[in-house]
T-cell receptor, first 114, second 113 residues
Framework: DTGVSQDPRHKITKRGQNVTFRCDPI?????LYWYRQTLGQGPEFLTY????????KSRLLSDRFSAERPKGSFSTLEIQRTEQGDSAMYLC????????????FGPGTRLTVL | QQQVKQSPQSLIVQKGGISIINCAYE??????FPWYQQFPGKGPALLIA?????SEKKEGRFTISFNKSAKQFSLHIMDSQPGDSATYFC????????????FGKGTKLSVKP
């Protein structure tokens, strides 16, 4: 399978715990994006990487959120001290960048904070 | 501030009918307008996309119509099938400087057999 993969697919945690999600983009895709989607809403942009450089972060990305993309390959998104409002689907997408810049999404990680 | 407004929120169409979903945007710097299809429990999948240098793009049963002066674009699904039942999202981005997509709130389409 050469698509975007995410792990885990589901995560249930208690409020105050830390969680980490992983995204493996399509091979050779330079750009990697994180989005958050709540029920009944469209995905909302969180942050994106060009290779290993984090180029933009949304105001939605509070200090409790941190993302990394070491070596420009896979990426991790960590949420510290989770809150119930963090419950959402976290989507990763990747693209080649450039003029066409089609973003291909992974299946997402469903986070439930109890 | 919602930069991409999508309507209707839900749509019921008979098999074989035409489904039409509309979107309007505010930022004139947007230069890339994709439509995504999402099934429950899955990530969004690109359906079709358009750039503002053309007014229409067709791929199979799916057509995007684009009106730059009105800052509106729409998705037409011809000969709608039950398998088209999903949530559809329009989106926009300024791919030149930042490629993050701004999504509409989605339209839940149900195609009745």
């Amino acid at each position: 399978d050469t698509g975007v993969s995410q792990d885990p697919r589901h995560k249930i945690t208690k409020r105050g715990q830390n969680v980490t999600f992983r995204c493996d983009p399509i091979s050779e895709h330079n750009r990697l994006y994180w989005y958050r989607q709540t029920l009944g809403q469209g995905p909302e942009f969180l942050t994106y990487f060009q290779n290993e450089a984090q180029l933009e972060k949304s105001r939605l990305l509070s200090d409790r959120f941190s993302a990394e993309r070491p070596k420009g390959s896979f990426s991790t998104l960590e949420i510290q001290r989770t809150e119930q409002g963090d419950s959402a689907m976290y989507l990763c997408a990747s693209s080649l960048g450039g003029y066409t810049d089609t973003q291909y999404f992974g299946p997402g990680t469903r986070l439930t904070v109890l | 501030q919602q930069q991409v407004k999508q309507s209707p929120q839900s749509l019921i169409v008979q098999k074989g009918g035409i489904s039409i979903i509309n979107c309007a945007y505010e930022n004139t710097a947007f230069d890339y307008f994709p439509w995504y299809q999402q099934f429950p429990g899955k990530g969004p999948a690109l359906l079709i996309a358009i750039r503002p240098d053309v007014s229409e793009k067709k791929e199979g049963r799916f057509t995007i119509s684009f009106n730059k002066s009105a800052k509106q674009f729409s998705l037409h699904i011809m000969d709608s099938q039950p398998g088209d039942s999903a949530t559809y999202f329009c989106a926009a981005s300024n791919g030149g400087s930042q490629g993050n997509l701004i999504f509409g709130k989605g339209t839940k389409l149900s195609v009745k057999p």
